[in-house]
């Protein structure tokens, strides 16, 4: 028995001690949004009080583009957004079920800003940093996850998928891989910066442009993958500059307009339940010195496929991506739009004028403002 009694305590010790340090490992403050989890009752509130005309949902893809008041004053509409750093198509659903469509407000529209394959790539950003706020939202909870992700993340119903769910709980690996990960890359960028005075988001920007496409040799075969089985020669160019298609090895590379693919039947059954006119807007990604940002014959299928599901759904597609006025120097890093004041009011008469025809009537508004 005693024998017995001693393996045990090391037993406990071998599973205590790791999952006490998965627990405690210590987050990079840099991480976007890092573990901060969602105050719902909050941001119902927030909705109720603004009563808004008008919900935007997206990411940083939304908010370094817009401002909700500017919106309200170009739009004469009231305007809120629900958006969230780093956020993809698991948490819009829960924005519009869990927060908007559970608070008293209830705007006429809801526009979702979205890149390329996001809106059928469900399993995209559920770990590591969002699932904290996932869990604040009570994602796995409801009927529609599990329909969606139940499969990928097994099932906690079957003796498997318990045991699969209880491994996670006791030892959080998916938070430690890619925040280890960060950890490693800015310590690796702050060794390499000899001679400079450069931080690890400089570095980063840095090798990002030295290692980008457009540096490739020209005289020899371009063979550069799109990351993804069957979209190898997917790149599109522009002005000689390839362009990466924006495929991701465990993206979609196929649009897939079924229950089970998705979060988007899910949020377009709900917005239908709820009188709310759905409106998509793809935004355009960093593009070419020459300022086209062409799509691949993957892509351009897929996209094809989208826009016809969405109309036949009755909802509003608007798509910014073969604008060259939406120039290369109104980006900054990756995707993101400069927060200079003049390229500001540039998208935003952009994309109000891209948009008043379809949403300006369900706004009820005739007489929008000018900048």
């Known amino acids: 028995m005693r024998s017995f009694g001693q393996f045990f305590v090391v037993l406990a010790l ?32 927030k909705l109720e009080q603004a009563d808004p005309d008008w919900v935007l949902i997206g990411n940083s893809m939304l908010f370094t583009r817009l401002s909700a008041p500017t919106l309200s004053e170009i739009s004469g509409a009231k305007v809120s957004f629900l958006s969230r750093g780093g956020s993809q198509s698991a948490i819009w659903f829960l924005f519009l079920k869990k927060v908007l469509l559970a608070s008293e407000a209830r705007p006429k529209l809801v526009t979702v800003f979205f890149r390329d394959t996001d809106l059928t790539w469900p399993d995209f950003r559920v770990k590591g940093g969002n699932e904290k706020p996932i869990a604040d939202l009570q994602g796995p909870m409801e009927p529609e996850w599990q329909q969606v992700l139940g499969r990928r993340e097994g099932n906690r119903e079957s003796l498997f998928g318990w045991f699969s769910g209880l491994l996670r709980d ?10 280890a990960q960060r950890q490693i890359q800015e310590r690796a960028f702050r060794i390499t910066r000899i001679g400079t005075r450069a931080n690890s988001s400089v570095r980063r920007a840095e090798l990002n442009e030295r290692f980008s496409l457009a540096h490739l040799r020209t005289d020899l075969g371009l063979d550069a993958s799109g990351a993804g089985e069957g979209v190898d020669n997917d790149l599109a160019t522009a002005g000689g500059e390839a362009i990466d298609p924006g ?13 089970e693919a998705s979060f988007l039947p899910h949020l377009i059954r709900l917005a239908k339940a709820n009188q709310i006119q759905l409106h998509f807007h793809r935004i355009k990604r960093k593009p070419a010195s020459n300022h086209a940002r062409p799509d691949g014959a993957v892509m351009a299928t897929y996209m094809r496929e989208l826009a016809k599901y969405l109309k036949a759904e009755g909802c509003f597609f608007t798509d910014e991506s073969g604008d060259l006025s939406l120039t290369l120097e109104m980006y900054v890093d990756g995707d993101h739009i400069s927060s200079n004041k003049e390229i500001q009011k540039r998208y935003l008469a952009n994309f109000w ?3 008043r025809p379809l949403i300006g009537p369900v706004l009820k508004h005739s007489s929008a403002k000018g900048l």
């Not at 403050?29 to 119902?44: C, I, L, S």
């Not at 495929?247 to 229950?259: I, K, N, R, T």
């Open 14 to 45: 071998a599973i205590a001690l790791p999952s006490w340090l998965c627990h405690v490992f210590d987050y990079p403050d840099n991480v976007v949004q890092g573990t901060k989890g969602y105050d719902v009752a909050r941001e119902q509130r």
């Open 170 to 179: 006791v030892f959080p690996t998916s938070d430690l891989r890619p925040m």
């Open 247 to 259: 495929f991701y090895e465990d993206g979609p590379l196929v649009f897939d307009a079924s229950a």
């Open 353 to 355: 004028e891209r948009v």
